[in-house]
Protein backbone atom coordinates (compact mmCIF):
# COMPACT_ATOMS: atom_id res chain seq x y z
CA UNK A 1 0.00 0.00 0.00
CA UNK A 2 1.88 3.46 -1.26
CA UNK A 3 0.25 5.47 1.31
CA UNK A 4 1.11 8.95 -0.34
CA UNK A 5 -0.73 8.03 -2.90
CA UNK A 6 -3.94 7.52 -0.89
CA UNK A 7 -2.75 10.77 0.40
CA UNK A 8 -2.84 12.96 -3.08
CA UNK A 9 -6.40 11.05 -3.59
CA UNK A 10 -7.78 12.07 -0.66
CA UNK A 11 -7.27 15.55 -1.63
CA UNK A 12 -7.76 15.58 -5.28
CA UNK A 13 -11.38 13.75 -3.90
CA UNK A 14 -11.78 16.78 -1.58
CA UNK A 15 -11.13 18.97 -4.97
CA UNK A 16 -13.42 16.80 -6.87
CA UNK A 17 -16.08 17.40 -3.73
CA UNK A 18 -16.18 20.99 -4.04
CA UNK A 19 -15.62 21.24 -7.60
CA UNK A 20 -17.74 18.92 -9.13
CA UNK A 21 -14.71 18.38 -11.49
CA UNK A 22 -11.43 17.58 -11.97
CA UNK A 23 -10.76 14.12 -10.76
CA UNK A 24 -9.13 12.76 -13.67
CA UNK A 25 -7.67 15.77 -15.02
CA UNK A 26 -6.31 16.18 -12.06
CA UNK A 27 -5.12 12.74 -10.88
CA UNK A 28 -3.76 11.52 -14.25
CA UNK A 29 -1.10 14.15 -13.88
CA UNK A 30 -0.36 13.82 -10.94
CA UNK A 31 0.28 10.02 -10.57
CA UNK A 32 2.73 10.45 -14.50
CA UNK A 33 4.84 13.83 -12.78
CA UNK A 34 5.13 12.92 -9.18
CA UNK A 35 4.95 9.46 -8.65
CA UNK A 36 6.57 8.79 -11.96
CA UNK A 37 3.96 6.13 -13.04
CA UNK A 38 3.80 5.48 -17.06
CA UNK A 39 0.84 7.36 -18.62
CA UNK A 40 -1.06 4.31 -19.93
CA UNK A 41 -0.71 2.72 -16.69
CA UNK A 42 -1.78 5.96 -14.92
CA UNK A 43 -5.01 6.21 -17.24
CA UNK A 44 -5.58 2.42 -16.39
CA UNK A 45 -5.92 3.04 -12.66
CA UNK A 46 -7.60 5.91 -12.51
CA UNK A 47 -10.45 4.99 -14.28
CA UNK A 48 -11.15 1.76 -12.56
CA UNK A 49 -10.94 3.84 -9.63
CA UNK A 50 -13.55 6.27 -11.40
CA UNK A 51 -15.94 3.20 -12.46
CA UNK A 52 -15.95 2.28 -8.49
CA UNK A 53 -16.96 5.64 -7.32
CA UNK A 54 -18.76 7.00 -10.16
CA UNK A 55 -21.89 5.53 -9.22
CA UNK A 56 -22.27 7.30 -5.73
CA UNK A 57 -22.82 10.83 -7.28
CA UNK A 58 -25.21 9.59 -9.97
CA UNK A 59 -27.70 8.20 -7.33
CA UNK A 60 -27.22 11.78 -5.69
CA UNK A 61 -28.56 13.48 -8.60
CA UNK A 62 -31.41 10.57 -10.00
CA UNK A 63 -32.77 11.04 -6.03
CA UNK A 64 -33.23 14.85 -6.94
CA UNK A 65 -34.53 14.56 -10.72
CA UNK A 66 -32.03 15.79 -12.37
CA UNK A 67 -31.34 13.81 -15.07
CA UNK A 68 -32.86 13.38 -18.26
CA UNK A 69 -33.03 9.88 -19.39
CA UNK A 70 -33.48 10.94 -23.01
CA UNK A 71 -30.64 12.57 -23.44
CA UNK A 72 -28.60 9.94 -21.05
CA UNK A 73 -29.38 7.44 -23.80
CA UNK A 74 -28.20 9.02 -26.74
CA UNK A 75 -25.26 10.33 -25.25
CA UNK A 76 -24.09 6.63 -24.23
CA UNK A 77 -25.12 5.06 -27.85
CA UNK A 78 -22.18 6.87 -29.04
CA UNK A 79 -19.65 7.02 -25.70
CA UNK A 80 -19.78 3.51 -24.54
CA UNK A 81 -18.29 2.22 -27.53
CA UNK A 82 -15.63 4.80 -28.04
CA UNK A 83 -14.42 4.67 -24.79
CA UNK A 84 -13.74 0.91 -25.48
CA UNK A 85 -12.40 2.00 -28.56
CA UNK A 86 -10.23 4.49 -27.26
CA UNK A 87 -7.86 1.50 -25.35
CA UNK A 88 -7.72 0.02 -28.28
CA UNK A 89 -5.97 2.68 -30.05
CA UNK A 90 -4.17 3.35 -27.33
CA UNK A 91 -2.68 -0.33 -27.50
CA UNK A 92 -2.46 -0.22 -31.03
CA UNK A 93 0.13 2.51 -31.60
CA UNK A 94 2.37 0.44 -29.35
CA UNK A 95 6.14 1.02 -27.84
CA UNK A 96 7.11 4.27 -26.93
CA UNK A 97 5.25 5.68 -29.02
CA UNK A 98 1.95 4.39 -27.19
CA UNK A 99 3.21 6.25 -23.93
CA UNK A 100 4.28 9.87 -25.49
CA UNK A 101 0.70 9.74 -27.47
CA UNK A 102 -1.19 9.01 -24.12
CA UNK A 103 0.92 11.65 -22.44
CA UNK A 104 0.33 14.16 -25.45
CA UNK A 105 -3.16 13.59 -25.98
CA UNK A 106 -3.42 14.10 -22.13
CA UNK A 107 -1.79 17.42 -22.18
CA UNK A 108 -4.09 18.36 -25.33
CA UNK A 109 -7.24 17.00 -22.82
CA UNK A 110 -6.52 18.88 -19.96
CA UNK A 111 -6.54 22.21 -21.74
CA UNK A 112 -9.75 21.48 -22.93
CA UNK A 113 -10.79 21.02 -19.01
CA UNK A 114 -9.44 24.27 -18.09
CA UNK A 115 -11.61 25.72 -21.10
CA UNK A 116 -14.31 23.58 -19.48
CA UNK A 117 -13.95 25.36 -15.82
CA UNK A 118 -13.94 28.68 -17.39
CA UNK A 119 -16.65 28.07 -19.20
CA UNK A 120 -18.80 26.91 -16.74
CA UNK A 121 -17.94 29.62 -14.31
CA UNK A 122 -18.10 32.54 -17.12
CA UNK A 123 -22.27 30.19 -17.66
CA UNK A 124 -22.80 30.48 -13.57
CA UNK A 125 -21.88 34.37 -13.21
CA UNK A 126 -24.18 35.14 -16.45
CA UNK A 127 -26.89 33.16 -14.68
CA UNK A 128 -26.20 35.75 -11.57
CA UNK A 129 -26.59 39.12 -13.66
CA UNK A 130 -29.39 38.10 -15.43
CA UNK A 131 -31.03 37.60 -11.88
CA UNK A 132 -29.46 40.63 -10.07
CA UNK A 133 -31.47 42.88 -13.82
CA UNK A 134 -34.47 40.97 -12.95
CA UNK A 135 -34.86 41.57 -9.31
CA UNK A 136 -33.93 44.98 -10.09
CA UNK A 137 -36.54 45.65 -13.17
CA UNK A 138 -39.07 44.16 -10.08
CA UNK A 139 -39.34 40.81 -11.50
CA UNK A 140 -38.26 37.91 -10.15
CA UNK A 141 -35.90 35.70 -10.56
CA UNK A 142 -35.98 32.08 -11.28
CA UNK A 143 -37.83 29.85 -8.64
CA UNK A 144 -36.51 26.26 -7.99
CA UNK A 145 -38.87 23.88 -9.29
CA UNK A 146 -39.65 21.02 -6.59
CA UNK A 147 -36.53 18.64 -6.15
CA UNK A 148 -38.41 15.55 -7.60
CA UNK A 149 -39.52 17.59 -11.05
CA UNK A 150 -36.62 20.10 -11.33
CA UNK A 151 -35.29 18.46 -14.66
CA UNK A 152 -35.54 21.47 -17.83
CA UNK A 153 -36.58 19.37 -20.55
CA UNK A 154 -34.98 19.62 -24.06
CA UNK A 155 -36.08 18.71 -27.53
CA UNK A 156 -32.66 16.30 -28.05
CA UNK A 157 -30.71 16.26 -31.47
CA UNK A 158 -29.49 12.45 -31.72
CA UNK A 159 -26.65 13.07 -34.30
CA UNK A 160 -24.87 15.93 -32.19
CA UNK A 161 -25.60 14.29 -29.23
CA UNK A 162 -24.11 10.46 -30.36
CA UNK A 163 -21.09 12.76 -31.97
CA UNK A 164 -20.51 14.14 -28.80
CA UNK A 165 -20.90 11.49 -27.02
CA UNK A 166 -17.95 9.46 -29.41
CA UNK A 167 -15.39 11.97 -29.38
CA UNK A 168 -15.98 12.58 -25.63
CA UNK A 169 -15.55 8.89 -25.06
CA UNK A 170 -13.06 8.00 -27.25
CA UNK A 171 -10.80 11.04 -25.31
CA UNK A 172 -12.07 9.11 -21.81
CA UNK A 173 -10.89 5.64 -23.52
CA UNK A 174 -6.95 7.16 -24.55
CA UNK A 175 -6.76 9.63 -20.96
CA UNK A 176 -9.34 9.55 -18.67
CA UNK A 177 -9.88 13.00 -18.80
CA UNK A 178 -13.44 14.39 -20.29
CA UNK A 179 -16.34 12.29 -18.92
CA UNK A 180 -17.27 15.45 -17.04
CA UNK A 181 -14.80 18.42 -17.86
CA UNK A 182 -15.27 17.99 -21.49
CA UNK A 183 -18.26 16.46 -22.21
CA UNK A 184 -20.02 18.79 -20.13
CA UNK A 185 -18.88 21.34 -21.77
CA UNK A 186 -19.93 20.32 -25.28
CA UNK A 187 -23.76 19.59 -24.32
CA UNK A 188 -23.31 23.76 -22.63
CA UNK A 189 -23.27 24.04 -25.86
CA UNK A 190 -25.40 22.19 -27.71
CA UNK A 191 -28.23 22.37 -25.15
CA UNK A 192 -28.04 26.24 -24.05
CA UNK A 193 -31.64 26.09 -22.39
CA UNK A 194 -30.82 22.82 -20.26
CA UNK A 195 -29.95 24.43 -16.72
CA UNK A 196 -26.45 24.14 -15.50
CA UNK A 197 -27.48 21.60 -12.57
CA UNK A 198 -29.34 19.42 -14.75
CA UNK A 199 -26.69 19.16 -16.99
CA UNK A 200 -24.42 18.24 -14.45
CA UNK A 201 -26.80 15.36 -12.96
CA UNK A 202 -27.41 13.91 -16.75
CA UNK A 203 -24.11 14.57 -17.89
CA UNK A 204 -22.70 12.31 -14.48
CA UNK A 205 -25.11 9.50 -14.91
CA UNK A 206 -24.19 9.29 -18.56
CA UNK A 207 -20.63 9.44 -17.23
CA UNK A 208 -21.39 5.57 -15.34
CA UNK A 209 -21.79 3.63 -18.26
CA UNK A 210 -19.13 5.77 -19.98
CA UNK A 211 -16.30 4.99 -18.19
CA UNK A 212 -17.23 1.35 -17.27
CA UNK A 213 -16.77 0.70 -20.62
CA UNK A 214 -13.31 2.54 -20.81
CA UNK A 215 -12.54 0.73 -17.48
CA UNK A 216 -12.93 -2.72 -19.28
CA UNK A 217 -11.08 -2.02 -21.60
CA UNK A 218 -8.21 -0.84 -19.82
CA UNK A 219 -8.80 -4.14 -17.29
CA UNK A 220 -8.11 -6.45 -20.18
CA UNK A 221 -5.63 -3.98 -22.55
CA UNK A 222 -4.12 -1.57 -20.88
CA UNK A 223 -1.65 -1.14 -17.81
CA UNK A 224 -4.23 -1.61 -14.97
CA UNK A 225 -2.42 -1.63 -11.22
CA UNK A 226 -3.80 -3.17 -8.43
CA UNK A 227 -1.94 -1.57 -6.31
CA UNK A 228 -2.27 2.09 -7.34
CA UNK A 229 -6.01 1.50 -7.36
CA UNK A 230 -6.55 0.76 -4.03
CA UNK A 231 -4.17 3.21 -2.95
CA UNK A 232 -6.50 5.75 -4.77
CA UNK A 233 -9.51 4.83 -3.44
CA UNK A 234 -8.86 4.91 0.17
CA UNK A 235 -7.90 8.31 0.03
CA UNK A 236 -10.05 9.24 -2.83
CA UNK A 237 -13.58 7.80 -1.26
CA UNK A 238 -13.23 9.91 2.14
CA UNK A 239 -11.93 13.17 0.48
CA UNK A 240 -15.07 12.76 -2.20
CA UNK A 241 -17.29 12.69 0.85
CA UNK A 242 -16.01 15.73 3.03
CA UNK A 243 -15.47 17.57 -0.22
CA UNK A 244 -19.32 16.94 -1.05
CA UNK A 245 -19.69 17.86 3.09
CA UNK A 246 -17.58 21.49 2.62
CA UNK A 247 -19.32 22.41 -0.91
CA UNK A 248 -22.73 23.06 0.76
CA UNK A 249 -21.12 25.47 3.06
CA UNK A 250 -17.68 27.15 1.62
CA UNK A 251 -17.44 29.33 -1.29
CA UNK A 252 -15.84 27.19 -4.07
CA UNK A 253 -14.64 30.15 -6.18
CA UNK A 254 -10.85 30.10 -5.11
CA UNK A 255 -10.78 26.20 -5.17
CA UNK A 256 -12.01 26.30 -8.80
CA UNK A 257 -9.85 28.68 -9.62
CA UNK A 258 -6.85 27.04 -8.49
CA UNK A 259 -7.65 23.85 -10.19
CA UNK A 260 -7.90 25.80 -13.27
CA UNK A 261 -4.24 26.84 -12.38
CA UNK A 262 -2.92 23.80 -11.53
CA UNK A 263 -4.24 21.66 -14.52
CA UNK A 264 -2.96 24.47 -16.84
CA UNK A 265 0.43 23.91 -15.47
CA UNK A 266 0.12 20.08 -15.62
CA UNK A 267 -0.98 20.27 -18.96
CA UNK A 268 2.02 22.28 -20.18
CA UNK A 269 4.20 20.08 -18.23
CA UNK A 270 2.97 16.87 -20.41
CA UNK A 271 3.57 18.93 -23.55
CA UNK A 272 6.68 19.31 -23.00
CA UNK A 273 7.14 22.57 -22.27
CA UNK A 274 10.34 23.89 -20.45
CA UNK A 275 10.82 25.14 -17.32
CA UNK A 276 10.87 28.62 -18.42
CA UNK A 277 7.87 28.38 -20.57
CA UNK A 278 5.65 26.89 -17.32
CA UNK A 279 6.77 29.68 -15.20
CA UNK A 280 5.45 32.22 -18.37
CA UNK A 281 2.55 30.38 -18.99
CA UNK A 282 1.39 30.38 -15.48
CA UNK A 283 2.51 33.56 -14.34
CA UNK A 284 0.72 34.82 -17.34
CA UNK A 285 -2.84 32.94 -16.02
CA UNK A 286 -2.31 34.19 -12.95
CA UNK A 287 -1.86 38.34 -13.40
CA UNK A 288 -4.19 38.29 -16.68
CA UNK A 289 -6.38 35.92 -15.27
CA UNK A 290 -8.15 38.09 -12.55
CA UNK A 291 -8.10 41.58 -15.20
CA UNK A 292 -9.83 39.77 -17.66
CA UNK A 293 -12.31 38.14 -15.54
CA UNK A 294 -12.46 41.85 -13.72
CA UNK A 295 -13.42 43.14 -17.49
CA UNK A 296 -15.98 40.37 -18.18
CA UNK A 297 -18.13 41.02 -14.59
CA UNK A 298 -18.36 44.70 -15.90
CA UNK A 299 -19.67 43.86 -19.54
CA UNK A 300 -21.95 41.67 -17.28
CA UNK A 301 -22.94 44.80 -15.42
CA UNK A 302 -21.45 43.24 -11.98
CA UNK A 303 -18.82 44.67 -9.65
CA UNK A 304 -15.49 43.68 -11.18
CA UNK A 305 -13.63 43.34 -8.05
CA UNK A 306 -16.95 41.63 -6.67
CA UNK A 307 -17.60 38.59 -4.89
CA UNK A 308 -17.63 35.62 -6.17
CA UNK A 309 -21.24 34.08 -7.36
CA UNK A 310 -23.41 33.22 -4.93
CA UNK A 311 -23.94 29.31 -4.55
CA UNK A 312 -26.56 27.76 -5.67
CA UNK A 313 -29.91 27.94 -4.22
CA UNK A 314 -30.62 25.58 -1.60
CA UNK A 315 -33.02 23.25 -4.05
CA UNK A 316 -29.71 23.31 -6.35
CA UNK A 317 -27.17 22.66 -3.91
CA UNK A 318 -26.20 19.77 -4.68
CA UNK A 319 -23.02 18.15 -3.00
CA UNK A 320 -21.67 17.08 -6.67
CA UNK A 321 -19.34 13.85 -5.21
CA UNK A 322 -18.09 13.46 -8.76
CA UNK A 323 -15.29 10.71 -8.57
CA UNK A 324 -11.93 10.19 -9.81
CA UNK A 325 -12.11 10.48 -13.58
CA UNK A 326 -14.50 12.93 -14.13
Not at 89 to 100: H, W, Y
Not at 146 to 151: K, N, R, Y
Not at 157 to 168: E, Q
Not at 277 to 294: N, R, T
Request: net charge positive; aromatic share 6%; proline share 5%.
Amino acid sequence: MNWALTAAGFGVGIIVGLTGMGGGALMTPVLVIFFNIPPLAAVSSDLVASAVMKPVGSLVHIKRGRVDWNLVRWLCVGSVPAAFCGVLVTKAIGGNQLQKTVQVALGIALLLAVVGLVARAYLRMRDHSRRRRAAAAGGVADAPAPAQHAISRVKVRPIPTVIVGAVGGLIVGMTSVGSGSLIIVALLALYPMLRTNDLVGTDLVQAVPLVASAALGHLLYGEFQFNVTTSLLLGCIPGVFLGAQVSARAQGGFVRRALAIVLLASSLKLLYASNTQLVIGVAAAVVLGPLVWAWLRTRNGLPALGRAERAPRAAETVADPTPVGT
